[in-house]
């Protein structure tokens, strides 16, 4: 239908409107199909016929509200456990103040339909859980920090 080339927090993203029924889309986000629900319809008489360059992100999409984080900001120092690729956060395996050694898995990520365990990337304490269970992530996002 319409492509898209938007750059959040400094990562390009390319976004493509396959299909739009009603108040639900099927997009691809660099090569990932997503649906999302939009929080009106689109009216296609509307839609701009150029893609659109450096938006802030996409505002038709609504997003999983998040619920009370285990903490409240993130430390400035301490070890960011990131994500390796967009997806959906299926589990979080720790909690604040929990003891990790490098390898063990701290967060579950389900992306194009597979569960990725991923793992701390040293030893330490569980400092702050940045996601919840429902979640969808970015490439890069930040999902725990050990301290």
Do not use: W
């Amino acid at each position: 239908m319409n492509k898209y080339q938007y750059k959040v927090q400094g990562v390009d993203y390319d976004v493509e409107i396959v299909n739009v029924e009603g108040n639900v889309a099927q997009v691809n986000v660099n090569g990932i199909q997503f649906e999302v629900e939009l929080k009106q319809p689109i009216n296609p008489a509307n839609m701009p016929h150029k893609p659109v360059v450096a938006a802030p992100k996409p505002q038709q999409t609504t997003v999983t509200p998040k619920v009370e984080r285990q903490a409240a900001s993130t430390p400035a120092g301490g070890t960011k456990v990131t994500a390796p690729l967009p997806g959906t956060i299926t589990e979080v395996k720790v909690k604040v103040g929990d003891a990790v050694k490098d390898g063990d898995t701290v967060v579950v990520l389900e992306a194009m339909k597979m569960q990725n365990n991923i793992e701390a990337e040293c030893n330490g304490t569980v400092t702050a859980i940045l996601v919840n269970k429902g979640d969808t992530v970015m490439e890069g996002d930040a999902l725990i920090t050990i301290g």
